[in-house]
């Protein structure tokens, strides 16, 4: 029957009854999975199991059918599913006349019980009920302790730093900063560290040269308004002197007091194109400020000389910058080992993956930017097609990320790197935020490590970033939860977008929400949260409707920006509205006026 709406109540029942006794089965089928658990979370384990039970079995037209009955469509339930299902049925056998069919066994609340798991992972910083505020602390914070302060005047609970950057010293400064913000503020606040884990990146492509473009202002239809003004700064100058619109210029220059303002200096720029460079006026410094009438391309040892003078100015050493290649659709490169190898070949930091790698698999560059397909595939290189670019060609650097959403990759979670870091986050974080972690034994590994140090009590947050972690999240937290160590759930959504494809996050997040709340694991709401405003100053829209959704999670993260306190503000007040909005009229319905109600102004 593919449409329950109007099966009869009686069919509905043996429905119900059927889903219970499959709930009751998977829990006899798994018990083995729940005795491993730790006893502070095998009642979350259970109802993660009939959570994952109910939903391989329901039938989709379920919900609809219980809500024309006036009965609760189990929609909402997954804290708590079994004995929802159970009132549901229990009421049903009311409506048919018949008594019920078994006792109602009483559970722990599971709201109660996400508290208290909120309340150890994050340590009751947050109002009940409301989210917490987790922010990425920029590298300046280490020297500006006011920074950090500022932060939790405006309602940051959780502060983040990155292992991925910076270093331990820095690390430490950042630490000191915090404890002294949470003694001027009276504000507790937690301390979160990442593990930076593997990186599988574009490695170093060959150097090219500096190019330094000069280019006069334009109007709105593309003319020049004034000329570009250029600083030719001679080795030894001041870096900057007062002229701060002008384009800086390192350059040797020969004779050059012999020139005087209107004087000119013609050569060819790194276009080939003949350009002119004319005198405004030369500083006693020996700076010489110059403009140009059109668009000029500056290079390493390009020389201009005086038009009807022997004044001469050669472009000054540039440090090279990385390198890049300009892939095109239908274009055959491989992946190695090894160092740049030229124009066909790009290198790959983490080679190992070439195991793991079959033919027809997809392969993303650069946030999903470009993309192909393998082609041949041997331990030490990897052929692809690009299939994903711009026509005329997309640009990739070095240092961007590389994603194969369709293969199962066995690089283990935890790095050399990272186990060297643990010296220092074990001393000073509450909780570690654990990268790319995919299977089981990720976790174990990471338990390992910390035992060893002592720290088998500090909380891991699991940062859900890859489609394998995401198909492999129950079993994950069934792993998590065989330790009594704290739990969390972060929801990485950069990574998790390119490899499972933008029209695929919303429903994915939503997903992990509800895997989250069957779990009883707080999750955290993360990337990109009010990037906009934390840039540039002011959100878009669509990012304060993000910041709301994310509200209906435990925490939501921000990452670091020039306005980030101003971030945090908002966000506060955004999460502080939306854990009230459910018990507040609605605006809509007080200023509603009846025809037969006096004009009352609304409260």
């Given at each position: 029957?593919?449409?329950?709406?109007?099966?009869?109540?009686s069919?509905?029942?043996?429905?119900?009854?059927?889903?219970?006794?499959?709930?009751?089965?998977?829990?006899?089928?798994?018990?083995?999975?729940?005795?491993?658990?730790?006893?502070?979370?095998r009642?979350?384990?259970?109802?993660?199991?009939?959570f994952i039970?109910f939903?391989?079995?329901a039938?989709?037209?379920?919900?609809?059918?219980?809500?024309?009955?006036?009965l609760?469509?189990?929609?909402?339930?997954?804290?708590?599913l079994?004995?929802?299902?159970?009132?549901?049925?229990?009421?049903?056998?009311?409506?048919?006349g018949?008594?019920?069919?078994?006792?109602?066994?009483?559970?722990?609340?599971?709201?109660?019980?996400?508290?208290?798991h909120?309340?150890?992972?994050?340590?009751?910083?947050?109002?009940?009920?409301?989210a917490?505020?987790m922010?990425?602390?920029p590298?300046?914070?280490a020297?500006?302790?006011?920074l950090?302060?500022?932060?939790?005047?405006?309602?940051?609970?959780?502060?983040?730093?990155?292992?991925a950057?910076?270093?331990?010293?820095?690390?430490?400064?950042m630490?000191?900063?915090?404890?002294?913000?949470?003694v001027?503020?009276?504000?507790?606040?937690?301390?979160?560290?990442?593990?930076a884990?593997p990186?599988?990146?574009?490695?170093?492509?060959?150097?090219?040269?500096?190019?330094i473009?000069?280019?006069?202002?334009?109007?709105?239809m593309?003319?020049?308004t004034?000329?570009?003004?250029?600083?030719?700064?001679?080795?030894?100058?001041p870096?900057?002197?007062?002229?701060?619109?002008?384009?800086?210029?390192?350059?040797?220059?020969?004779?050059?007091?012999?020139?005087?303002?209107?004087?000119?200096?013609?050569?060819?720029?790194?276009?080939?194109?003949?350009r002119?460079?004319?005198?405004?006026?030369?500083?006693?410094?020996?700076?010489?400020?110059?403009?140009?009438?059109?668009?000029c391309?500056?290079?390493?040892?390009?020389?201009?000389?005086?038009?009807?003078?022997k004044a001469?100015?050669?472009?000054?050493?540039?440090?090279?910058?990385?390198?890049?290649?300009?892939?095109?659709?239908?274009?055959?490169?491989?992946?190695?080992?090894e160092p740049?190898?030229?124009?066909?070949?790009?290198?790959c930091?983490?080679?190992?993956?070439f195991?793991?790698?079959?033919?027809?698999e997809?392969?993303?560059f650069?946030?999903?930017?470009?993309?192909?397909?393998?082609?041949?595939?041997?331990?030490?290189?990897?052929?692809?097609?690009?299939?994903?670019?711009?026509?005329?060609?997309?640009?990739?650097r070095?240092?961007?990320?590389?994603n194969?959403?369709?293969?199962?990759l066995?690089?283990?979670?935890?790095?050399a790197?990272?186990?060297?870091?643990?010296?220092?986050?074990?001393?000073?974080?509450?909780?570690?935020?654990?990268?790319?972690?995919h299977?089981?034994?990720?976790?174990?590994?990471?338990?390992?490590?910390?035992?060893?140090?002592?720290?088998?009590?500090?909380?891991?947050?699991?940062?859900?970033?890859?489609?394998?972690?995401?198909?492999?999240?129950?079993?994950?937290?069934l792993a998590?939860?065989?330790?009594g160590a704290p739990v969390?759930?972060?929801?990485?959504?950069?990574?998790?977008?390119?490899?499972?494809?933008?029209?695929?996050?919303a429903?994915?997040?939503?997903?992990?929400?509800r895997?989250?709340?069957?779990a009883?694991?707080?999750?955290?709401?993360?990337?990109?949260?009010?990037?906009?405003?934390?840039?540039?100053?002011h959100?878009?829209?669509?990012e304060?409707?993000?910041?709301?959704m994310g509200?209906?999670?435990?925490?939501?993260?921000?990452?670091?920006?020039?306005?980030i306190?101003?971030?945090?503000?908002?966000?506060?007040?955004?999460?502080?509205?939306?854990?009230?909005?459910?018990?507040?009229?609605?605006?809509?319905?007080?200023?509603?006026?009846?025809?037969?109600e006096p004009?009352?102004p609304v409260?």
């Open positions: 029957m593919n449409d329950l709406t109007h099966a009869p109540d069919w509905l029942l043996d429905t119900l009854r059927a889903l219970r006794s499959t709930l009751e089965r998977n829990e006899v089928e798994e018990a083995a999975s729940l005795e491993a658990i730790h006893p502070d979370y009642v979350s384990a259970r109802n993660l199991l009939h039970a939903h391989r079995h039938h989709p037209g379920l919900p609809k059918a219980l809500r024309r009955r006036g609760c469509p189990l929609t909402d339930c997954d804290a708590h079994l004995s929802s299902l159970e009132a549901v049925i229990t009421a049903l056998e009311a409506l048919e018949l008594g019920p069919s078994t006792a109602t066994q009483e559970q722990p609340g599971g709201a109660d019980v996400l508290e208290q909120c309340d150890r992972l994050f340590g009751a910083l947050a109002a009940a009920g409301v917490g505020i922010v990425t602390l590298a300046e914070a020297e500006r302790p006011a950090i302060a500022d932060l939790l005047e405006a309602g940051m609970s959780i502060a983040r730093i990155n292992c950057h910076d270093d331990p010293v820095a690390w430490g400064r630490v000191d900063a915090l404890s002294q913000a949470r001027t503020t009276g504000r507790p606040c937690a301390m979160a560290m990442d593990l884990g990186k599988l990146r574009i490695g170093q492509l060959a150097l090219q040269p500096a190019v473009r000069a280019r006069p202002p334009r109007d709105r593309g003319r020049p004034q000329p570009v003004r250029i600083l030719a700064v001679p080795p030894g100058a870096p900057r002197p007062q002229d701060t619109e002008a384009v800086l210029l390192p350059a040797r220059l020969s004779k050059a007091k012999r020139l005087k303002q209107g004087d000119r200096l013609q050569g060819r720029d790194a276009s080939g194109r003949r002119t460079l004319t005198v405004v006026r030369r500083g006693p410094d020996g700076v010489l400020l110059l403009q140009a009438d059109k668009t391309y500056f290079t390493s040892g390009l020389v201009f000389r005086q038009r009807h003078g001469r100015l050669r472009v000054g050493p540039l440090a090279p910058v990385s390198g890049e290649r300009l892939l095109l659709p239908g274009d055959a490169i491989r992946l190695t080992p740049d190898q030229g124009a066909a070949t790009l290198p930091t983490l080679p190992e993956v195991f793991d790698l079959r033919l027809g997809r392969v993303l650069d946030d999903g930017r470009i993309g192909g397909v393998i082609r041949a595939v041997s331990p030490q290189e990897v052929v692809l097609e690009v299939t994903t670019a711009q026509a005329r060609g997309s640009r990739l070095s240092d961007k990320g590389i194969f959403p369709d293969s199962d066995r690089t283990p979670a935890i790095t790197k990272d186990i060297e870091d643990l010296a220092f986050v074990t001393r000073h974080a509450d909780m570690i935020c654990y990268s790319f972690v299977r089981e034994s990720d976790i174990q590994t990471l338990r390992q490590c910390l035992e060893d140090r002592g720290r088998g009590d500090l909380a891991v947050v699991l940062k859900i970033e890859t489609r394998q972690a995401f198909l492999n999240l129950p079993r994950l937290l998590a939860m065989a330790h969390g759930v972060m929801i990485a959504r950069g990574d998790l977008a390119i490899e499972c494809g933008w029209e695929a996050l429903p994915i997040q939503e997903e992990i929400l895997i989250c709340a069957a009883h694991v707080p999750c955290i709401w993360a990337t990109e949260v009010l990037d906009t405003l934390a840039q540039h100053g959100p878009t829209r669509a304060i409707t993000d910041a709301a509200a209906r999670a435990d925490a939501v993260m921000l990452n670091k920006g020039p306005n306190t101003a971030t945090v503000n908002l966000l506060e007040a955004i999460v502080a509205r939306s854990a009230s909005d459910l018990s507040q009229p609605l605006l809509t319905c007080l200023a509603f006026q009846s025809n037969c004009d009352n409260p």
